[in-house]
T-cell receptor, first 110, second 115 residues
Framework: GEDVEQSLFLSVREGDSSVINCTYT??????LYWYKQEPGAGLQLLTY???NMDMKQDQRLTVLLNKKDKHLSLRIADTQTGDSAIYFC??????????WGAGTKLIIKP | DGGITQSPKYLFRKEGQNVTLSCEQN?????MYWYRQDPGQGLRLIYY???????QKGDIAEGYSVSREKKESFPLTVTSAQKNPTAFYLC??????????????FGPGTRLLVL
């Protein structure tokens, strides 16, 4: 079946860039999403990318999509303590449902 | 101020008891979803509803039930048949309709604990 995989943890120093990676298996995905979850809260949509795009930039966030390798990444420039959260990658499958990764916990070191 | 509300924030269940989690949205969205989140795992879909008076089972529907009598409301009942109900439950909604960007918007979640 379809699958989305992410590393469980990423640790970066404050001020550095964070790069969170995600791989997926469904080649018919149309949209791919990044959501952010702060402790004890619901998920907040950060950004999304359509499958015919290679890159999307929104302020400190850059999304890169390599469709050939089915690889998606989220780069956060100048990482701040407020960026500490769990980041979920999700793909929209051919049945219009979202398939979720397990989430990457971003840890910020001072 | 539009959004999705879930209540309660914390819920305790005794053995053999059914409990109901509330989810309300005022975004005028047709589609609503219930997910379960366990530590170290992605979100798993319990039930979803694309329109009032209709709903479908997700990947882990056993031990759960839902209703969709109103567009704004999609309550989830965790029945006594659900043997491991301790989890964080997230409700979401989206505009609905195939072919459009189905961005899902999430509520703040309900944490269910078994006594």
């Amino acid at each position: 079946g379809e699958d989305v995989e992410q590393s469980l943890f990423l640790s970066v120093r404050e001020g550095d860039s964070s790069v969170i990676n995600c791989t997926y298996t469904d080649s018919s995905s149309t949209y791919l999403y990044w959501y952010k979850q702060e402790p004890g809260a619901g998920l907040q949509l950060l950004t999304y990318i359509f499958s015919n795009m290679d890159m999307k930039q929104d302020q400190r966030l850059t999304v890169l999509l390599n469709k050939k390798d089915k690889h998606l990444s989220l780069r956060i420039a100048d990482t701040q303590t407020g960026d500490s959260a769990i980041y979920f990658c999700a793909e929209r499958d051919s049945n219009y449902q979202l398939i979720w990764g397990a989430g990457t916990k971003l840890i910020i070191k001072p | 101020d539009g959004g999705i509300t879930q209540s309660p924030k914390y819920l305790f269940r005794k053995e053999g008891q059914n409990v109901t989690l509330s989810c309300e949205q005022n975004l005028n969205h047709d589609a609503m979803y219930w997910y379960r989140q366990d530590p170290g795992q992605g979100l798993r879909l319990i039930y979803y509803s694309q329109i009032v008076n209709d709903f479908q089972k997700g990947d882990i529907a056993e031990g759960y039930s839902v209703s969709r009598e109103k567009k704004e409301s999609f309550p989830l009942t965790v029945t006594s048949a659900q043997k491991n109900p301790t989890a964080f439950y997230l409700c979401a909604s989206s505009i609905g309709g195939a072919g459009v960007l189905e961005t899902q918007y999430f509520g703040p979640g309900t944490r269910l604990l078994v006594l």
